[in-house]
């Protein structure tokens, strides 16, 4: 899984963090106050995913999955405002409530220690990259980003999205590796078909809001873990054990 891997590249929000049910209650948040205060029986999560698909080849995805809820909720309020009005939503979210996942943190420890080269490669909005960065405590105490990773790709660093692979062809440019050398950690199907697109291994994380697309997931992808403890269990037993 890890042996003869040089870089092994993480996804962010829902692999690592633990914030796509954060994303998701912004969101909620975000429907109720721009339509009539009542949301369909639909899953957030995927319906984002699946928005942020459609609009990857946009210059702004995330502005066009607000004209999306703008339609779709008969909001009077422009596109532009709507995205303003989610990111106010979300910065108390993003400072307070955002944390690593369970042991996420003790792995990357443990990778930087064994030599590995730390990237991440997330479509997250560089704004909120920033926050974790710089204002979220929870991230900032138990392992800083900056202090962990060597690259740290936010969706200002390319112009198309995940299922894409741009940002994965650009780590492999920029560190001058070969797409053999790495291994891509993920959560979410169209980060699955953004590895598949690059032609990199994958390892997927679970999270139980990607349950939706779990049978396409675990066909698409390469490894499958349960949560951190077990991935670094596994990482121990291959990396120590001659």
Not at 10 to 23: A, N, P, V
């Amino acid at each position: 899984m890890l042996k003869n891997k040089k870089v092994i590249i993480f996804d962010l929000d829902g692999t690592l963090i633990d914030s796509i049910g954060i994303w998701n209650d912004i969101d909620e948040k975000l429907i109720k106050t721009i339509g009539d205060g009542t949301i369909d029986n639909i899953d957030i999560g995927i319906q984002r995913d699946s928005k942020l698909k459609e609009f990857s080849k946009f210059d702004d995805a995330y502005l066009e999955y607000c004209g999306f809820l703008k339609e779709k909720y008969n909001s009077n309020l422009p596109k532009q405002e709507i995205k303003k009005l989610r990111y106010e939503i979300a910065n108390i979210y993003l400072k307070e409530k955002i944390d690593y996942k369970p042991d996420a943190e003790k792995l990357l420890k443990y990778l930087k220690e064994k030599g590995f080269i730390l990237v991440i490669a997330s479509t997250t909005n560089d704004h909120t990259v920033e926050i974790y960065k710089n204002s979220n405590k929870n991230i900032i105490q138990k392992g800083n980003l900056e202090d962990i990773f060597t690259l740290i790709y936010s969706k200002g660093a390319v112009k198309e999205l995940k299922p894409n692979p741009e940002i994965h062809n650009k780590v492999i440019k920029q560190l001058n590796v070969k797409k053999e050398d790495c291994i891509i950690i993920e959560d979410s199907l169209i980060g699955v078909e953004a590895a598949n697109n690059a032609g990199i291994e994958s390892i997927v994380i679970y999270d139980k809001y990607s349950d939706g697309n779990r049978k396409q997931i675990n066909q698409l992808s390469q490894y499958q873990i349960k949560d951190f403890r077990e991935f670094l269990e596994l990482a121990k037993n291959e990396l120590e054990n001659k």
